[in-house]
């Protein structure tokens, strides 16, 4: 069994930034992929990064590209999404994943609890 725990979210004006982190445990973290999805009220979640298991190949939604940058260190089971340039539009619940399927990542076998991001204009 994989658990996942995201923090870093909170509440940021336009233009600003954050930094998400999750914590993985339990099963073999380095060898997934492993990425973020995003979901704002009354929205479907959607894909808004992901990362190979070496953290070598990175992929990113358009709406995100540019501004957001995912990582990973396997030394410390950690993944993260440092987001910058920040918009109203990108407040939502953000969820990491590990054990993904395809590429971009279409979903992931295991998923955190999210963590809230909301954005100030």
């Known amino acids: 069994q994989v658990q996942l725990v995201e923090s870093g979210g909170g509440l940021a004006q336009a233009g600003g930034s954050l930094r998400l982190s999750c914590l993985a445990s339990?099963?073999?973290?380095?060898?997934?992929?492993m990425g973020w999805f995003r979901q704002a009220p009354g929205k479907e979640r959607e894909f808004v990064a992901g990362?190979?298991?070496?953290?070598?190949?990175?992929t990113y939604a358009e709406s995100v590209k540019g501004r957001f940058t995912i990582s990973r260190d396997n030394a410390k089971n950690t993944m993260y999404l440092q987001m910058n340039s920040l918009k109203p539009e990108d407040t939502a619940l953000y969820y990491c994943?590990?054990?993904?399927?395809?590429?971009?990542?279409?979903?992931?076998?295991?998923w955190g609890q999210g963590t809230q991001v909301t954005v100030s204009s």
């Open positions: 994943g590990t054990d993904g399927r395809g590429w971009p990542p279409l979903g992931f076998r295991y």
């Open positions: 339990g099963r073999t973290f380095s060898t997934a992929i």
């Open positions: 990362l190979s298991w070496n953290g070598g190949r990175t």
